[in-house]
Structures are given as structure tokens and as C-alpha cells.
């Protein structure tokens, strides 16, 4: 299989699991639409292993790049926004402290849970990271 035939099958699997999630939606079947993307991208790895379709050292580069970034700006940004969702609620200046938007403050909450999740995640996968191609130091 080349890489040609591959993209033909990966626009039919998304179109395949656009639809599953439109019927699922509207009947409200919310775990059919879930197991429809998972079952999708099941498919889409192995039809990628069997193709032996393999990235090359630009587009390793660009992906390492693109996580680089997207988690230089996601972390802030969420951890900035749980900040700012706990500050109304605590001062009693605004709106939101009456009790109308008492939401918010658990929007916030779960904000900070998944910044910290977030920097959790990266913490020990750069720990692990940096132990396993650090080497054994044998070379100097």
C-alpha cells in the first residue's frame, strides 16, 4: 500500500466517523460517537503500519516543535484562566459573586486541576524522556 491509497482510506474512515457521530449526536447516544472515534483511529493506525508509511526527520522536527509550542502556550493560558475565574467569586466586586455565575468557580477549579495535570504530564514525560536518551556517559 503507498502512501496515495492510504490518504483514500483515512478520508473515508473520518467521513465514516463524521457520520457515526452525526447519528449518534442526534439520537443522543453519546457512547456510540466515543467508541466510533477510537474504533477510527484503531483503524487508521494499523492501515498506517500496514502501509509502512514512516515520517521523515523534517516532520519529526515539526511535530516536536508544534508540542514545544502548543504546550508553551496552553499551560499559561488555562493556568491564567482558572486564576481569573477564582477571582470574582472570592472578592465580592463583581457579578459573579452573587451567586448567579457560582459555576465559574468551579470552571476555575477544574482549570487549575488540568493545568496542573498538564505540567504533571510533562514534568515526568521529560523526566523519563532525558533518562532514556541521556546515555551511559561512557563517551567522554
Sequence with gaps: MNRQKYNQIQVAVV????????????????LLSIIGVVVGMVFLALARSKAGIRPDEREVSIQEKAA??????FAPTIGIGS???FIP???????????EFAYLESLGMVFAYLTLFLIAVYAIS???????YEGDGDEE
Design 15 to 30: 467521513l465514516f466517523v463524521f457520520i457515526l457521530i452525526a447519528i449518534a449526536i442526534a439520537g443522543n447516544n453519546y
Design 126 to 132: 521529560y523526566h523519563f524522556l532525558s533518562k532514556k
Design 83 to 85: 486564576f481569573l475565574l
Design 89 to 99: 467569586s472570592r472578592s465580592g466586586w463583581s457579578v459573579f459573586s452573587k451567586g
Design 68 to 73: 514545544r509550542m502548543t504546550y508553551a502556550i
